[in-house]
């Protein structure tokens, strides 16, 4: 079978990941390959994230692997949180904090326009290629359902009636952004012999 590293210790995202490509290939985190060290994420893009993720498991621990990044980017407050999605009520990762402040920063705003945005680097060999995975949609006003995970609650796709956190995994992830740039990086993938 395949084996390749998934550059996350989030739980959410590889279990996410995990359940959108099957069992065609074996997908290892990072502590399954012994990285337990916070990696930097300082780039101003998405695609600058995931490639410096990408590239920190490739130059310390030789594995062809593959990083991903993640932003939300609302219209009303000019593309935020966008790069800075996870961090975005400081640097702790609190989804909560992050959602609480969303919605405080969105009062009043009639235009609740946004989009999820994944970018996926993949490095094999000394190949590099990224994929891009984006849904257009809306936040609400308040949350909505228990399912997902960070701001699932709050954002419903153009595609469903619903946000995401009222949707099924297997719903979420036919239209998700993270399942569509992952679909690019699975036909990719059978491409090569890796």
Known sequence: MKEI????????KLGELRAIVGDGMRILS???IGCHED???TADT????????????????????????TGLMVDALGGA??????????????SEANV???????????DRSARFVTVIALLIGE????FEGRVEG???????????????PIFQPVEADCSFACMSPEAKNAISHRGRATQKLIEKLKTIDI
């Open 5 to 12: 590293v998934f550059a996350t210790n989030n739980q959410h």
């Open 138 to 152: 809306m936040i609400l006003t308040e949350r909505h359902g228990e399912a997902g995970f960070g701001y699932d």
């Open 30 to 32: 990072l502590s399954e």
């Open 100 to 110: 609480n402040l969303l919605l405080e920063n969105m009062k009043g705003c009639s």
């Open 46 to 69: 998405l695609e600058g994230n995931a490639l410096m993720k990408a590239r920190y498991v490739k130059e310390h621990y030789g594995y062809d692997c593959f990083a991903d990044d």
């Open 81 to 94: 949180p966008g790069v800075y999605s996870a961090r975005y009520a400081g640097p702790g990762h609190d």
């Open 127 to 130: 190949e590099e290629f990224t």
């Open 39 to 41: 990696i930097p994420e």
